[in-house]
Structure formats: C-alpha cells, structure tokens
C-alpha cells in the first residue's frame, strides 16, 4: 500500500537523523507518529538508542521512553515502557517493553506480557491488528493503557513474594498428597496381593476337602457292597439254622476253624466300623457333631476299615 502524501513543509515533524534505518517514503511519517505520541501522552519521550536484535545484530533506532499511564481500582498509575521503532516501522508493528521499577516484579501469567517484558504482538490486539497507515503509536498506547488499567502486568515485590511462597506451599501440599496417595496405593497393593494369597490358601482347603470326600464317598461304596454280600450270606444260612432248630442255631454259625474265626471278627469289626461311620453322619447332619471333627474321625475309622478289608481279602 503506498504511504500517505506528506503534509505541508509547514507541519511536517523533521526526521532527527537521516542516517536511520527508515524508509525514504515514510521518513516523514515516523517522526510524525512519535510526536502525536507525545503529544497525547507526555510520560513517553522519543530519542534514539542502541538496539539488538535476536541474531545479535545491533542498529539505532527510534524509541518513546518513559511511562505509560493506567487507572485501577480507583488509583492511577505508571507502568515504565519502552516503544521501539523497528526497521520496518510503520509497515510493522511497533516492539513494546515493560521495564518494571523497582518494588515491582512483572506478572508471569499475564495475557499480553511475556516473561521478558515484551508486549506480545499475537496476543495484544492492537497489535495483532497493525494496518499501515491507518495504525500509529497515540491509539496504540490507548488501546494498552486500558488493557493494563484493566488486568495490570506488574505486581509491588511484596505481593509477587506472597503470591509464590503461596504457590509453593501449595506445590508442597501438592507434593505431600501424592506421596500420602502414592503410599496409600501401595498399602492397597499389598492388601490386595495378601487377599489373593488367601484365597488361593481357601481354595486348596476347598479342593482337599472335596478329595476327602469324594475318597469317604467311595470306601462308603465298598462298606456297602460287602454288606450286602454280609445280608446274602445271613440269609442263605437263615434257613438251614430255622431246619435245625433253635438247638442247633448256635452250631450253625460257629466257624469251622481259627482261619474262619478271624474271617468272621474282621467281618464283624466291618460292620460295627460301618455303623460307626453311619452314626456319624446323623450327627454331624443334626450338628452335633462339628464337620472337623468329623473329618477326623471317619477318616480314622475308614483307615481302619481298610485294613480290616485288606486282611479279610488276605484270608479269603
């Protein structure tokens, strides 16, 4: 966009340096600017200094030094500022520096502001919005003016050493909870390892009482088919012992020699082992018998019964 025509000789601001690094067509405008400037706020004076670039370069530019004026909370203040004119000025926008004075700290969390005290041309809206030649210095301190009166980015040094030894008291706090968190999750860590070292505890008792069973369940099967065999043999020799009379019953069921007398005492010790077993089923199905003892009892009684069977095979 071609730069405005300059005014009349009369009016025209005269450039403080021909040696600057300004464009020719816009020279007269820069002065121009930095005297509206001052006009409009007298705290910010111009003149010339050394400036260095990002890349170390270092060039004489035009800069307003001084104070930029706010209103907050009912009081008035001056923020100390520094308006640099870059190379491409007034076809780029301005660098703005806030220099806090002493008692003072910048804000690092202000909207505009970064850490260095540079007014940040994203985010400041004037700035974001630089139009050549519309845009100019007067309406650009304005705009800040009201934004700092609004949301001030420097605090008083008391209030800045308030506000961070209140921020690391609450990273301490902060701090403390996650480790009490962390602590509390490790306890829950190791209650929840010793519960499943427990259930596994509970499930081996499960399963070794369901062997012990499943083993009472089978010498119950065997008790029961020798007595069975026990019945038959009572009733196959009911009849002879009924033809001989009541004189010979006796007779008829003495055993023929010492082999058949140990026959029949492992046959009898069988039963009355059974009907021990028997009875303490009723009991501990009516709960008068607790289940462990029980255990303990018909596995005793059916370790005997075993033998008893071992040496009635023995003998047959």
């Known amino acids: 966009m071609a730069p405005p025509a300059p005014p009349a000789s009369g009016a025209q601001h005269q450039f403080p340096d021909t040696a600057l690094p300004y464009a020719d067509d816009v020279k007269w405008l820069v002065p121009d600017h930095l005297a509206t400037l001052a006009e409009a706020f007298p705290s910010l004076r111009p003149r010339t200094a050394l400036f260095t670039h990002d890349d170390g370069r270092a060039a004489r530019l035009l800069q307003a030094a001084g104070t930029i004026p706010i209103a907050h909370a009912g009081g008035s203040y001056d923020l100390p500022a520094v308006v640099w004119l870059p190379e491409r000025y007034p076809r780029c926008p ?48 304005r705009s800040l003016s009201h934004a700092f009166g609004i949301d001030p980015p420097l605090l008083p040094a008391e209030v800045a050493y308030r506000r961070d030894a209140l921020a690391a008291m609450a990273c301490a706090d902060v701090a403390a909870l996650h480790a009490a968190s962390e602590a509390e999750v490790e306890a829950l860590f190791a209650v929840q390892a010793e519960l499943r070292g427990r259930g596994k505890a509970a499930d081996g008792l499960v399963r070794r009482a369901g062997e012990e069973v499943d083993a009472l369940e089978r010498r119950l099967q065997d008790v029961t088919v020798a007595a069975y065999a026990l019945e038959a043999w009572v009733g196959a020799n009911r009849t002879t012992v009924a033809a001989h009379g009541d004189a010979q019953a006796g007779a008829a069921v003495q055993p023929a020699d010492a082999l058949s007398v140990q026959r029949l005492e492992c046959a009898a010790m069988d039963l009355a082992l059974e009907d021990t077993m028997y009875a303490l089923d009723e009991a501990v199905q009516h709960g008068t018998v607790p289940f462990s003892g029980y255990l303990r009892s018909v596995r005793a009684l059916a370790r005997e019964q075993f033998f008893q069977r071992a040496l009635w095979t023995k003998l047959c």
């Open 94 to 141: 301005p660098l703005v520096f806030l220099s806090p004075a002493r008692g003072t700290v910048l804000r690092t969390d202000h909207p505009l502001v970064d850490r260095s005290g540079l007014v940040a041309a994203a985010d400041a809206p004037y700035l974001r919005s630089w139009a050549f030649p519309s845009s100019n210095l007067r309406d650009l301190v």
